[in-house]
């Protein structure tokens, strides 16, 4: 029934009339075409995102490469031309020199950078506290398995810059002379590098040899960034290498080197 108002007044609806709003449904099959929708898009982007995320990397390890041939050029320009390599007596890599500054390369030397400087941000194989062999960048390697043979062989081209008592016994220290290097812009010197074999499979090692076997777990040249690797020359400079570049070097690393089509890698 219908409530009286005052007299002219119209009647005033029932109370329990009141609108509701509309609500709208999606129905299965509109909710799966969504989804469906969604994850096209995801499909196409995703790989995107994914290319720009490893171009992201390659920039950022190009820019550490540069840091430490900085560092080693800086410890060259002070100390007669030298680059450290290796230290025998206390069993430490260039590594260590310069993450650590407790080598004893030159005593008060002073090229210290971070840890996080030497390795390869796109490495999936990271290790995270600082070991003086594994997890970094490897340096050029010239002691046996026939690196100190392809040394000897093209020493006209690039110059007689290794010195120390390279792989023999009782040697303290083992380095580079750069004011000795014919073609400083085509020595490569720091490398992106992994072990090919064995437990650390895909890890960085602090050295690359140009062999294809020989050295236990085979550290190489890792040609991480594209199927290239980067590399720091003895000039200054970095490029990204691949294949036939790194064996068109005067120093050649083997075409074979590390690639990205390892298990450890997807």
Request: with cysteine; hydrophobic share 40%; proline share 5%.
């Amino acid at each position: 029934c219908r409530t009286q108002g005052a007299r002219g007044a119209a009647d005033t609806p029932p109370a329990y009339r009141h609108l509701r709003p509309t609500i709208a449904r999606f129905t299965l099959i509109e909710l799966l075409v969504v989804i469906a929708i969604i994850a096209i898009l995801a499909s196409m982007l995703l790989p995107a995102l994914n290319q720009a995320r490893q171009k992201g990397y390659a920039a950022s390890c190009q820019s550490n490469q540069k840091s430490v041939i900085q560092a080693l050029s800086f410890y060259a320009d002070d100390f007669r031309g030298a680059i450290p390599y290796w230290n025998n007596h206390d069993n430490a890599s260039w590594s260590l020199f310069l993450v650590r500054n407790n080598w004893g390369f030159q005593p008060g030397a002073f090229y210290e950078i971070p840890y996080k400087t030497i390795v390869c941000p796109g490495n999936p194989r990271k290790v995270g506290a600082y070991n003086s062999s594994t997890g970094f960048y490897g340096m050029l390697h010239i002691t046996g398995d026939g690196d100190l043979a392809a040394y000897n062989a093209n020493k006209d081209k690039t110059g007689a810059f290794i010195h120390g008592n390279w792989g023999g016994a009782g040697n303290k220290y083992e380095y580079f002379l750069t004011g000795r290097m014919k073609v400083p812009s085509r020595i490569g010197l720091i490398y992106d590098s992994a072990m090919a074999t064995g437990t650390s499979q895909g890890t960085g090692y602090n050295f690359v040899t140009n062999q294809k076997v020989g050295w236990a777990n085979n550290p190489a040249v890792y040609r991480l960034h594209s199927n290239r690797a980067n590399t720091a020359f003895a000039d200054g400079h970095v490029s990204a290498l691949g294949a036939e570049e790194l064996g068109s070097l005067p120093l050649p690393m083997d075409a074979a080197t590390v690639n990205s089509n390892f298990q450890w890698y997807k």
